[in-house]
């Protein structure tokens, strides 16, 4: 069953997630309430527990077709530079261009409870940096420079007065 989406101001956002140390069903069915959620969100590829105010290190994500799950993950290397415009189903409507090591790796472990090694680029890589993000309790807010907060806050608030359901806006920070 698809859970609410917690939005930006939120204190469950901003806390740090607990490892999960027994993937049992519980895991499980959490793990399809997260792909529910996805799946009824309008733009999301990407969803961490806690966007749904559960504080467990699980991230969900599907692109191509191809549903995935990591428990527990960190990011192990890391290269390259890439910026591009991010969102989040938290903050939603707001995209804004953000810089990102280009190339990761990520180690964590599947359903089964074996250790799976990752290696992604470009969007993939960025997804993964931006879940792990969420399970640390760090938003995009928190990566911006103190004017491109101050932007960037301000045309979200922008969008959360125009309409009830948000629209795509592109952010260019200076």
Same mark, same amino acid.
């Given at each position: ?95 804004? %261009?953000?810089?990102?090591? /280009?190339? +990761? =790796? #990520? ?9 799976? $090694?990752?290696? @992604? ?9 931006? %879940?792990?993000?969420?399970? /640390?309790? +760090? =938003? #995009? ?9 101050? $932007?960037?806050? @301000? ?17 260019? =920070?200076?």
């Amino acid at each position: 069953m698809a859970s609410t989406i917690r939005t930006f101001g939120d204190p469950v956002l901003k806390a740090q997630a607990a490892a999960v140390s027994d993937i049992d069903g519980k895991i499980a069915r959490l793990v399809d309430d997260m792909f529910d959620t996805l799946y009824t969100s309008s733009s999301g590829i990407g969803l961490a527990a806690p966007q749904i105010g559960v504080q467990k290190q699980i991230f969900v994500w599907d692109m191509d077709d191809e549903p995935m799950v990591i428990i527990n993950p960190e990011i192990v290397e890391s290269n390259g530079e890439w910026v591009y415009d991010e969102g989040c189903l938290s903050i939603p409507g707001l995209y804004v %261009e953000m810089l990102r090591p /280009n190339h +990761v =790796l #990520m180690r964590g472990l599947d359903l089964d409870g074996n250790t799976v $090694e990752i290696e @992604a680029s470009e969007l993939a890589g960025r997804l993964f940096q931006h %879940e792990i993000d969420h399970l /640390n309790g +760090v =938003l #995009m807010f928190d990566r911006m420079t103190p004017e491109q907060r101050k $932007e960037a806050m @301000a045309e979200y608030r922008r969008i959360l007065e125009e309409s009830a359901t948000p629209q795509r806006r592109r952010l260019r =920070l200076r």
